[in-house]
């Protein structure tokens, strides 16, 4: 699969590459060709891929995929679902998000996530604006967990965080915390590109 022309194809601004075997070295040659100026490439589906299954934080590939996500200045969705993120990958990523002016929604369900990552939200959400949903549904999120994502006045700003299926109890869940189930469809996809 060539991705040369990718970069120059404005036309293109959704690239749904969900379930298939792709592994960190491929994101990062797609981060490469999206991450220009000129892509028009607005929502990228990377779930269901072993991106960053037993990925090393301290490799090139990996500080080298940070760096051109940050540059993905045009991305408004994002979707990491169950791509094998870790505590520490997923953090990093959501401190990437601080650096993506029109990110608006990134998905990170089923990745075994805990309470660690849920106040990482908190924080950027202090400085991100345009952050509008997170998907957190399938993880290992708890009660502990929620009660940060309630106490932060820009987390509760948001439209929506999906917690479903995660150990937290149904209790503690109020909008914009959202206990259901997210179909990702196209028409809802195409509703974050221009």
Known sequence: LSWCGLAANRTLQVLCLNANKIHLAGMVAILESISSQDSGVRALNLGGNP?????????RDYQALLDLLRKCQGLRYLSL????????????????VKHLPQLDMIMMDDNELTDEVASALCEVAKVSSMLKCVGFAGNKITDAGVQDLLASSDVMAMDAVWLGDNPCS???LQPPLLNSVFFHTLDFVLNYVD
């Open 51 to 59: 991106v960053f299954v037993n990925v090393d934080a301290k490799s």
């Open 81 to 96: 679902d169950e791509t094998g993120l870790s505590q520490k990958i997923a953090i990093d990523v959501l401190l990437c």
């Open 170 to 172: 149904s209790g503690v």
